[in-house]
């Protein structure tokens, strides 16, 4: 009798449509596996239905979680009475155990017939005398079944990369229960808002944990067993050699999951249980929050774009990595896009497409650095220029002349204030004279954690009250804004901020404008708190301040300011004292 496909009993039961059949197949052509597999990818078919309809089919019983063994001598029996190792078992996703001696061993896998897999456990089987029970199981099964089929317990699986390992390799990353689990990674990094995913192996285990707000939430606890096929998917996902594990290594792909375009960055790093693994997700569908839904308002935002408005200067924008920093320059830049001025950037990496400029990006393996390409844009006859950072004394040189010779440039730099910045551009080679005449502007920003709307309550003394307030002193505030009474809040949690208490961000901002009275300090040569003080005269506001400000409108809370903004306004009293 013949045995009918799968897709026809599928059809002839409803359980999918020929429209289903036909995507699937398409997708089958272009990532391999099998046609169940590849409809439940598609969101077509559930497990369950396609496990019983291929039960029915092959005649198979089907095995859950529950009615495996979950004693590692069991798996170690059946590995010694066939003679197999560890990692060959691994590499095709197939566990085996058995409960004794003399009995039966009992056998699941990725895909029960694959004819290299039948071939070798028969002709094993019928060598030894020993008699094969085959069951069908979903993924979360095999994959707790897989934790006892350990290639951790063959050494050759991890002593030196050899072709036939490299192989291997690619068999895990490209096994169905392997794609199943990363896709279950980028799809709760996409439905938790998540910026990076951190993949990262200790002994015995290794953990999934999401950047979230800015903060890490670790989400999974996996079986170490399973990280070498997980760390090799991910490495070609992103273009990287799978075999090298010795040395870190970068890797970049667009691709596309859950109905959007993703710009997928990751970085590996060796270490002591393996390679940590940290991947940043770009959405390059999403849309670029406009500056005052970030958070900037009142002085600040008057000083921005007044600085925008001007034909030509240096404007930076200095903060940590993940501040908020692109997102700012990006929105300033689609400001500026009025297709009567020609607009350039040089970028490591781009990470927005903006419909109407020159976008260029670095590459450091040939020698295009930031330098050498700000050099080639001053050729092509830009208006405003946007460097991606200044890292160096070149950059900061070749910057400050396009600004002296009538271009409005944009950058960043890593200080901790906006004012800081000066002493930066100083100690990277450039002279106050320089500074002082090339430069327009100077922000800084932080993100910090905004309260849930859904969620928050107000509250009549904020945690962390007292300590703010001593900040406060040290930094010299005196804005009469921190005056009166405040409107404190405070986090609760719900299901629409994971109970965090938290939706979101917002962003602080100090921006100063380098007119007559800072060129003047600049030029003496003047400390930081000198520069801060001469600021506030025009109006100047520190991030602090800025923090304190959100937090007594119920924006925010103080502790998150201070989390974030504590350790600045540490390190400016002590060059304040030191001053």
């Given amino acids: 009798m013949k045995i009918k496909r799968i897709g026809e009993l599928l059809r002839e039961r409803d359980l999918v449509t020929e429209t289903d059949l036909q995507q699937a197949l398409r997708l089958q052509e272009e990532v391999g596996g099998l046609i169940g597999q590849a409809l439940i990818r598609l969101g077509a078919l559930s497990e369950d239905d ?31 009475r ?27 896998a990725g895909h029960i017939l694959d004819l290299g897999l039948r071939e070798r456990l028969e002709s094993q089987s019928h060598l030894q005398g020993i008699e094969l029970k085959d069951f069908l199981s979903g993924n979360q099964t095999l994959e707790t079944a897989l934790y006892y089929v350990r290639p951790d317990a063959d050494p050759a699986f991890h002593d030196g990369i050899n072709d036939d390992d490299t192989q291997r390799l690619r ?6 229960p392997v794609i199943d689990f990363v896709n279950r990674v980028f799809s709760t990094a996409l439905k938790e808002n998540a910026s990076d995913i951190h993949i990262e192996p200790f002994e015995g285990k290794f953990i999934v944990r999401y950047r979230i707000d800015g903060i890490l939430h670790t989400k999974q606890t996996e079986p170490r067993s399973r990280f070498d096929a997980v760390a090799s998917r991910v490495k070609l996902l992103s273009g990287m050699d799978i075999a090298e594990r010795r040395l870190p290594q970068d890797g970049r792909q ?10 997928l960055r990751v970085s590996s790093l060796p270490g002591s249980w393996g390679e940590s693994l940290v991947l940043r997700l770009l959405r390059k569908e999403n849309e670029l929050p406009d500056l005052e839904s970030l958070g900037l308002e009142g002085r600040a935002k008057d000083t921005l774009q007044e600085l925008l408005s001007y034909p030509n200067g240096v404007i930076l924008v200095t903060g940590p990595t993940g501040s908020g920093k692109s997102t700012t320059l ?39 650095t930031f330098a050498r390409g700000l050099r080639a844009i001053l050729r092509q006859d830009p208006d405003i220029i946007m460097v991606g950072e200044i890292r160096d004394g070149e950059t900061a040189a070749i910057a400050a002349q396009a600004a002296l010779t009538g271009h409005l440039v944009l950058s960043t730099l890593h200080t901790n204030s906006a004012l800081a910045a000066v002493a930066r551009l100083i100690d990277i080679g450039l002279e106050p004279y320089m500074v002082s005449s090339a430069v327009r502007g100077l922000a800084a920003q932080r993100l910090v954690r905004r309260l849930c709307t859904h969620c928050s309550v107000p ?50 901002f100090e921006v100063a404008k380098i007119d007559e009275a800072l060129s003047d300090a600049i030029l003496q040569r003047k400390g930081l708190q000198e520069l801060v003080n001469v600021a506030r005269e025009q109006g100047f506001i520190t991030l602090l301040e800025d923090g304190i400000l959100k937090a007594r409108t119920g924006a925010t809370t103080l502790s998150e300011v201070i989390r974030v903004c504590g350790s600045d306004a540490m390190i400016n009293e002590a060059e304040k004292s030191a001053g």
């Fill in 50 to 80: 396609l496990l019983a309809t291929l039960s029915d089919q092959l005649d198979l019983p089907i095995i859950s979680s529950a009615d495996i063994s979950q004693t590692p001598e069991d798996y170690e029996r059946a590995i010694t």
């Fill in 82 to 108: 066939l003679g197999l190792s560890p990692a060959w078992l691994y590499a095709r996703q197939c566990a085996i155990w058995c409960t004794d001696e003399d009995g039966p061993i009992n056998v699941i």
């Fill in 171 to 176: 068999e895990l990353a490209e096994g169905a």
């Fill in 254 to 263: 667009t691709i596309r999951f859950g109905g959007q375009e993703i710009d």
């Fill in 330 to 368: 990006y929105r300033s830049l689609m400001g500026l896009n009025d297709g009567v001025r020609k607009i350039i950037t040089i970028e490591d990496p781009v990470e927005y497409d903006m419909d109407g400029i020159i976008q260029i990006q670095t590459k450091a393996d040939i020698g295009y």
């Fill in 459 to 508: 509250v009549k003394n904020q945690e962390g009250e007292d300590q703010i307030w001593k900040m406060a002193e040290s930094d010299g505030l005196i804005m009469p804004e921190l005056a009166g009474k405040a409107q404190w809040r405070a986090p609760k949690g719900c299901s629409l901020c994971s109970h965090t208490g938290y939706l979101g961000r917002v962003a602080l």
